[in-house]
């Protein structure tokens, strides 16, 4: 999520047997954002209880700060799109 907008940069994928994002996932959402305005937020909000180091690193190199805060704390901007999302996947598995 970048921190200025609220914009949330995108969805990703973590296969079951890994702990986070692989490099190229990482590097793709961070692009995915970069081409919402054509520049790079300027902080990217993290819920502390992902790992993300691979995601931080990446950010890190692109000059975005990065702050790791309580999932309960974004739950006001991240709810409804968490919600949208979940009922997309389910329709999904009903077909």
């Given at each position: 999520?970048?921190?200025?907008?609220?914009?949330?940069?995108?969805?990703?994928?973590?296969p079951t047997n890994a702990e986070e994002f692989?490099?190229?996932?990482?590097?793709?959402?961070?692009?995915?954002?970069?081409?919402?305005?054509?520049?790079?937020?300027?902080?990217?909000?993290?819920?502390?209880?992902?790992?993300?180091?691979?995601?931080?690193?990446?950010a890190e190199k692109r000059g975005i700060s990065?702050?790791?805060?309580?999932?309960?704390?974004?739950?006001?901007?991240?709810?409804?799109?968490?919600?949208?999302?979940?009922?997309?996947?389910?329709?999904?598995?009903?077909?």
């Amino acid at each position: 999520m970048d921190a200025a907008s609220f914009f949330i940069l995108g969805i990703g994928y973590v296969p079951t047997n890994a702990e986070e994002f692989s490099q190229m996932e990482a590097e793709r959402l961070l692009e995915i954002g970069y081409g919402h305005k054509m520049q790079f937020p300027k902080e990217l909000i993290i819920p502390s209880n992902q790992v993300a180091k691979v995601l931080r690193e990446e950010a890190e190199k692109r000059g975005i700060s990065v702050a790791r805060v309580p999932e309960e704390q974004l739950q006001v901007f991240i709810g409804e799109a968490r919600e949208s999302f979940q009922e997309h996947v389910s329709n999904d598995r009903v077909q």
